[in-house]
T-cell receptor
Framework: DAGVTQSPTHLIKTRGQHVTLRCSPI?????VSWYQQVLGQGPQFIFQ???????GRGNFPDRFSARQFPNYSSELNVNALLLGDSALYLC???????????????FGSGTQLSVL | AQKVTQAQTEISVVEKEDVTLDCVYE???????LFWYKQPPSGELVFLIR??????QNEISGRYSWNFQKSTSSFNFTITASQVVDSAVYFC??????????????FGEGTQLTVNP
């Protein structure tokens, strides 16, 4: 079975541009989460979606938005890019059943975004 | 607010040595979950172990074992007889079991483990 897939793998943008990152969860998983990982640090939670509804949002500005589609895939959008947005963006999926906090997350390999 | 601290930035061992990764956490909740994830150079985080706040029994799973002590808010992870393939960044993470928190994980800064042949 395919794992979590993310596209693109790498992306280079300039300040002020907009970017869209895509994620396909594992088949049967209904929950998708997004994390930002700056070089040398641990991942930081951005969003979680379950059944197309936003379930949680981390401490990120409104320039960051996301959505989940009927097939449970997800997009992360970032507007007005800043140099500080350069990071590895990780998508994770989970079944979305039972106690959410105990769920094991399955991560993709991420999209490496560089903002110049 | 919840916080996870991994004081060891880098650890280097020789193959077959045992290695323990330290993790200290802060939370005001009484119900929470603790995790260890591994991040190899390919980038994806791989789930290793999970423990809930009600169960302090320490366990062994293959070469992995963990020591959860609520009194000291620590959740340490040990790899026995380390192998070169264990080289990766290891993250400790905390999830609070509030209805509104979903599956939001708070990660530590990570510990880079290098196992030399």
């Amino acid at each position: 079975d395919a794992g979590v897939t993310q596209s693109p793998t790498h992306l280079i943008k300039t300040r002020g541009q907009h970017v869209t990152l895509r994620c396909s969860p594992i088949s049967g998983h209904k929950s998708v989460s997004w994390y930002q990982q700056v070089l040398g640090q641990g991942p930081q939670f951005i969003f979680q979606y379950y059944e197309k509804e936003e379930r949680g949002r981390g401490n990120f500005p409104d320039r960051f938005s996301a959505r989940q589609f009927p097939n449970y895939s997800s997009e992360l959008n970032v507007n007005a890019l800043l140099l500080g947005d350069s990071a590895l963006y990780l998508c994770a999926s989970s079944l979305g059943r039972g106690t959410a906090a105990r769920e094991k997350l399955f991560f993709g390999s991420g999209t490496q975004l560089s903002v110049l | 607010a919840q916080k996870v601290t991994q004081a060891q930035t880098e650890i280097s061992v020789v193959e077959k040595e045992d290695v323990t990764l330290d993790c200290v956490y802060e939370t005001r909740d009484t119900t929470y979950y603790l995790f260890w994830y591994k991040q190899p150079p390919s980038g994806e985080l791989v789930f290793l172990i999970r423990r809930n706040s009600f169960d302090e029994q320490n366990e062994i799973s293959g070469r992995y074992s963990w020591n959860f002590q609520k009194s000291t808010s620590s959740f340490n992870f040990t790899i026995t007889a380390s192998q070169v393939v264990d080289s990766a960044v290891y993250f400790c993470a905390l999830s609070e079991a509030r209805e509104t928190s979903g599956s939001r994980l708070t990660f530590g800064e990570g510990t880079q483990l290098t196992v030399n042949p």
